[in-house]
Structures are given as structure tokens and as C-alpha cells.
């Protein structure tokens, strides 16, 4: 029978944990991340078990960081059998807080100006900010209201000295390209090894969005993201005589139209589907104006998946890139065709051909190394110069990050646990999602597939610049799960967290995990 205790009221060691972590600047990809150290230090520091354990907390380097972020760490001793509570101390900037950014990170204030003004934020905010219900600023949802939870769970812990042991992870940079967690992995293999660690489980608290505001949502895995790079090579031509040449710009838009939101990309479970993929930038390589085409011209895509691997996504998206590419050099022929007959010229057609390569295949047949395509677009665009100027060409490939997709293979067991508790106490269901779909550090949790190295050739500057420790991955992985409190409004300045929730209900339900997994 599962242990339904409860834990005492921290509500008040929570808000006074956040209210300092919110004051901490750490804002993504900035020198203000490493301000977290000082304020991990000193909450950590404070707890009564790590005042005798000095050792067992502090920072763990992340190598050629230019910034000099850590991963902040502690570690409570108990039995081998260990949970790791990870949270990322980074947050997203303030700047469209307009006139409320320098009170972004202290929720009283903006709450108080919210309520003397509050046409900054839509009607749907309105009615939570009225309501009382809710916590508002930056990082109260993403995601050090999770954090404070962790923190205040681990003093808990420390104190009454929980049978397991316990591993917090503070980790930098998740908004970005999560160097933080893939530097933890190392550390979590160190302390493996040091301490004889048997890892149970993962436990994230990323804040959760609801669809039905009376169910609660956990996540048993995390989303996979691509960020896949097609540059374009055309054949260059006077504007003039735009039938002479193939326009880049032509050509890539034919592309996107064939891939922005396009279903061969959306991947479905019983009961969830993956967002379908859409273009994030797009751009030529021109720097001024002239009255010729650009010579290339580029774009990036953010392709979302739960199961498909990166080269089945890159196999799926050569084939609609040659389609693409067929049907553009027949509508420039057609156009051909009808002008030269109108004005007698001898022109014939372009000619189809094998222009769509994967960065794998383009380095390979042209025998350039890794190490000299790091840089991109500037790279890329270099090495197709050197091509035949009088044939289209399209490249595509991979740029980091990488976030794999991971899904616990038994998804009952989680689900049932928390169901069993959240009923009893509180009347609520909380509902399965194999898949967190806001991304997160819970990727490299475990390992996606067992072949996953081979499926990272074409990512741009792999092991030369980017890099995943999945052998190491592969020694440490466990089960994951997030649970975080219900919050809304994301990275907006109607950012917001339900109080009872991170207060009250969220801490309960990690407990439980903890108790009865």
C-alpha cells in the first residue's frame, strides 16, 4: 500500500526561497547566470545537513564556457537508491515588460501595478490577476517557481533524513542550448561512481498548461527538436533577365510552401500529436541592394517530433526538397519556353539533376572535413561557391542544439501514482502526456535510440563545437518525469503561476512520487 503522508506546510520556506532566486538577473546566455552560484551557495549552505556536509554541494565546472557558468549541485546521502530533482536557474529577458521591466522579477510590485493598470494585459489575464490567485513576473512559472519547490523539498529532506538519497541540479542555459544539463550528465557519473548510486528517476518541474483548468498534466518524456538549416544555391542572373538564371529566393520558397505545417512531419500517439514543423528565419545573403539575384539564399526550420529520428527527418525532407526543386526548374521552363517562342531565341531547357544533398553527402563527395564547416551560414556558403556556378544546388542539414526525444517505456506506473494521490487529496485528475512539448532538459534523461550517435552526421561542427555525452547518457539513464505547477503565459509579461499549485499541491504530489516510486 502506498505511503500517503503528507509533508508539512512549506508554502512559506517556498516563497522565501523564490522571492531570492527571482532577484537573481539570469538571464539566458548572459554573465547574469553566474550569479545563480552566490545565491545557491547561500540557500544550500544555510540547510542544517549542508552546513555539516560542506562537500556534498557547490558547483561543477562547464569547460570552455566562455561565460564561466556551472551546473550548482547537492547532494543528500541516504540510501543508493537516488532521485535527481533538475531545474534550470535561466531565465528569458524582460524586455517585453515595456514600462513594467524593472519590476518584472518582484511580483508584489507588478502585481500592485497590474492591478493600477491593467490594460498591458489581456482580458484572459485580467480575470486571473483580479481573481488573486495567481503569482505574476518573470521565471515565477519558468521556471524558478519549480526551483523554489526543489529547494525547499531538499532542506525537508535533509533534515528529516529521507531513506534515499537526493540530487538537486540547478542547470544553466536550458533557453538556449542546454550546456548546463549536458555538462550534468559528466557529474552524474561521477557521483555514480563515487557513491555507488542506483538513479531512480528524474524529476523535472517545468510548469505545466492546461486544457481543462480542473486537470492537472504530468509529462513522462520530452519532445525532440531539430533545427534543420536548407541553403539554397542558385544560378545567378541579371533582374533584368531573370529568365536567364534561377533565382535562390524562387526556389526556397517553393520549399517552404511544401514544408511549412506540413502533416509528413507530425508524428501521433492515442492521444497526442507533435506541432508539424514551420520556418523561423529566412533571409538571402545580400548585404545591399543591386539589381541582380542573390547568389543564395537560406532558411531555418524547427522540426518537432516524438519518434522519428533525424535522419528519417532528413531523408523525409530530401525528398520534398528534389520535388520542390523539380517543380521550380519546370515553372522556370514553361516561362522559358513561352518567352523564347515569342521572341525567337534559342533557349533550352534547365535541366533537372541530383542538386539536393544532405551536409553528409556534400562533404563526403566534395572531401571537405568537418572541421572546416563550423561556422553558420558563412561556411556553408563558402564551400558552395566553389560548385559549378551554372547548376542550382540546395544543402540541407542540422544545427545545435539537438533535443532527442524520450518517453518512459512504462507509462502506467507514473500516471497511477500520481492519480492514486492527487484523487484521495484533492479531487483531481491528473492527466498522462508521453511527451513534454515545451522542450526541456528531461532529453537527455536517457538514451532516444541505442544507435544515436550514427544519427548525428550531419549536424554542423558535431564534435568539433557541439556535442552530447551519449555514452555517458547511456551509463546514467533512468526514468523521467515532470511535475511542476500549472502556470500560464510563458516568456510573456502576463507570466503567472496558480499559487495553490506551487504552494500547496505541486511539492505534495513530488513527495508522493518520491515516497511510493
Not at 232 to 260: C, Q, T, W
Not at 360 to 372: A, G, H, P, T, Y
Not at 413 to 438: H, S
Request: charged share 25%.
Amino acid at each position: 500500500m502506498s505511503d500517503m503522508s503528507s509533508l508539512p506546510r512549506l508554502d512559506d520556506k517556498i516563497e522565501e526561497i523564490l522571492m531570492s532566486y527571482l532577484k537573481v538577473e539570469s538571464f539566458t546566455d548572459t554573465i547574469g547566470e553566474t550569479d545563480v552560484d552566490t545565491f545557491f551557495n547561500k540557500t544550500v549552505g544555510n540547510m542544517s545537513y549542508f552546513k555539516k556536509h560542506k562537500s556534498q554541494y557547490g558547483q561543477y565546472d562547464i569547460l570552455n564556457d566562455p561565460l564561466n557558468r556551472h551546473v550548482n549541485y547537492a547532494f543528500y546521502k541516504g540510501s543508493n537508491e537516488t532521485f535527481v530533482l533538475l531545474h534550470h536557474s535561466d531565465i528569458v529577458n524582460v524586455d517585453n515588460y515595456s514600462t513594467f521591466k524593472s519590476i518584472a522579477l518582484d511580483p508584489k510590485s507588478l502585481e500592485k501595478a497590474y492591478l493600477n493598470d491593467d490594460s498591458f494585459i489581456d482580458i484572459n489575464a485580467r480575470k486571473d490577476l483580479h481573481s488573486g490567485e495567481y503569482l505574476w513576473g518573470r521565471g515565477v512559472a519558468d521556471m524558478k517557481g519549480g526551483g523554489a519547490i526543489q529547494l525547499a523539498l531538499l532542506e525537508h529532506y535533509s533534515t528529516t533524513r529521507i531513506k534515499p538519497s537526493i540530487l538537486l541540479l540547478a542547470v544553466p542555459d536550458e533557453e538556449n542550448q542546454s550546456l548546463g544539463m549536458r555538462t550534468a550528465i559528466e557529474l552524474l557519473q561521477e557521483l555514480k561512481e563515487v557513491h555507488g548510486l542506483d538513479y531512480k528517476l528524474m524529476i523535472n518541474s517545468e510548469p505545466h498548461q492546461r486544457l481543462n483548468e480542473t486537470h492537472g498534466i504530468i509529462s513522462q518524456g520530452s519532445i525532440g527538436k531539430l533545427n534543420i538549416f536548407v541553403h539554397v544555391k542558385g544560378v545567378l542572373a541579371h533582374a533584368g533577365k531573370a529568365l536567364e538564371g534561377i533565382n535562390p529566393n524562387g526556389l526556397l520558397s517553393y520549399i517552404v510552401s511544401r514544408v511549412d505545417l506540413s502533416d509528413d512531419f507530425v508524428n501521433e500517439t492515442d492521444s497526442e500529436m507533435s506541432i508539424p514543423p514551420t520556418w523561423v528565419l529566412m533571409r538571402d545573403n545580400k548585404s545591399s541592394y543591386d539589381i541582380s539575384f542573390p547568389s543564395m539564399s537560406y532558411g531555418l526550420l524547427n522540426v518537432l517530433s516524438f519518434t522519428d529520428t533525424p535522419l528519417q527527418i532528413l531523408s523525409r525532407l530530401k525528398s520534398i526538397c528534389k520535388e520542390a526543386v523539380d517543380d521550380y526548374i519546370e515553372h522556370i521552363n514553361i516561362k522559358r519556353r513561352k518567352f523564347s517562342k515569342k521572341t525567337s531565341r534559342n533557349w533550352i531547357d534547365f535541366s533537372q539533376g541530383d542538386y539536393v544533398h544532405t551536409l553528409e553527402e556534400f562533404l563526403s563527395s566534395n572531401s571537405i572535413s568537418r572541421s572546416e564547416l563550423i561556422n553558420y551560414p558563412d561556411d556553408v556558403e563558402r564551400a558552395l561557391k566553389a560548385t559549378n556556378d551554372g547548376e542550382p544546388m540546395v544543402i540541407i542539414g542540422i544545427l545545435p542544439p539537438y533535443y532527442p526525444a524520450v518517453t518512459n517505456r512504462n507509462q502506467d506506473k507514473l500516471i497511477n501514482l500520481v492519480n492514486e494521490f492527487t484523487q484521495a487529496e484533492y479531487d483531481q485528475i491528473y492527466d498522462n502526456r508521453m511527451y513534454f512539448t515545451g522542450i526541456s532538459d528531461l532529453s537527455y534523461s536517457q538514451l532516444p535510440i541505442e544507435e544515436i550517435e550514427n544519427e548525428m552526421i550531419n549536424i554542423l561542427g558535431w564534435q568539433e563545437i557541439y556535442s552530447i555525452p551519449f555514452e555517458t547518457i547511456a551509463k546514467v539513464e533512468m526514468p523521467c518525469i515532470n511535475i511542476g505547477p500549472f502556470g500560464k503565459d510563458f516568456h510573456k509579461p502576463s507570466e503567472r503561476v496558480l499559487k495553490e499549485d506551487l504552494f500547496i499541491r505541486t511539492p505534495q504530489i513530488i513527495n508522493h512520487t518520491i515516497l511510493n516510486y
